[in-house]
């Protein structure tokens, strides 16, 4: 069973203050770029693996899908989406994204935000989402990069002009790292690019976009904070094809 963090009461508390928490996908400075990969929805079945509290399920809704379907391993997420959703055509359900099944080519889309790195068997979660898929069908998703998984500790250091810098820590070495976010002891599942890509690959999915994810000028402008994400990249967004 996957590591379940977001129950934690002081977990919980502190992810429901981020700026994506509060403000939804319009939080989220990766979201223009996730936008600009996702297929028409409309009509589309969709499934969103690790859906939160259900923004992006709301979203797919008003983009015309037929309908959504939001899972989760936190009790107190799908407590907050469905509070949150006041929409018959989206579903929402607890599940364990490390023992899911779904029934074959019964998606149009998948969709998944910064949730898979939690997950230790990549390669059966992925497996099953193909199953899921109709021909042709796309499957998005964004992951915390591998190089931010694997920093030194305390995590950067100073160059000689006094910049942060982002050196790495064992980045071949795959599995579990241990860090401090909101909780301590919080478990996540480091893999390099390469094994990310070819076990979709190797699943059969056709590889349409990667996005090694920094911010624009214009978002440096309006928010200094993201400052820091030049130095290494945060996020890493995928769009693959069945």
């Known amino acids: 069973m996957a590591q379940n963090i977001y129950d934690k009461s002081e977990f919980f508390a502190g992810y429901s203050q981020l700026n994506r928490s509060v403000h939804g996908l319009d939080g989220a400075p990766e979201w223009p770029s996730i936008r600009a990969v996702l297929p028409d929805l409309s009509g589309k079945h969709v499934v969103d693996l690790g859906c939160g509290f259900g923004w992006f399920a709301r979203w797919a809704r008003e983009r015309g899908a037929a309908h959504v379907l939001g899972l989760d391993l936190s009790e107190n997420m799908i407590a907050r989406a469905r509070a949150d959703t006041a929409e018959p055509n989206i579903e929402y359900a607890i599940a364990d994204l490390e023992k899911l099944e779904l029934p074959g080519a019964s998606f149009d889309f998948a969709y998944s935000s910064l949730a898979f790195h939690y997950i230790e068997d990549f390669g059966r979660l992925v497996q099953t989402v193909h199953r899921a898929l109709v021909a042709g069908a796309h499957f998005v998703f964004t992951i915390e990069h591998p190089i931010f998984m694997a920093p030194t500790h305390p995590g950067w250091s100073l160059d000689a002009d006094g910049n942060r810098t982002w050196p790495v820590n064992r980045y071949a070495n795959e599995g579990p790292r241990e860090t401090d976010w909101f909780a301590k002891g919080v478990i996540k599942q480091h893999r390099t690019i390469g094994t990310t ?19 624009t000028a214009q978002q440096l402008a309006a928010n200094p904070g993201l400052t820091d994400e030049m130095e290494r990249p945060m996020m890493m967004l995928v769009a693959a094809q069945r």
Do not use: D, K, M, Q
Not at 197 to 215: D, K, M, Q
């Open 197 to 215: 890509l070819n076990t979709l690959i190797g699943a059969g999915f056709a590889i349409r976009h990667v996005e090694e994810w920094s911010p």
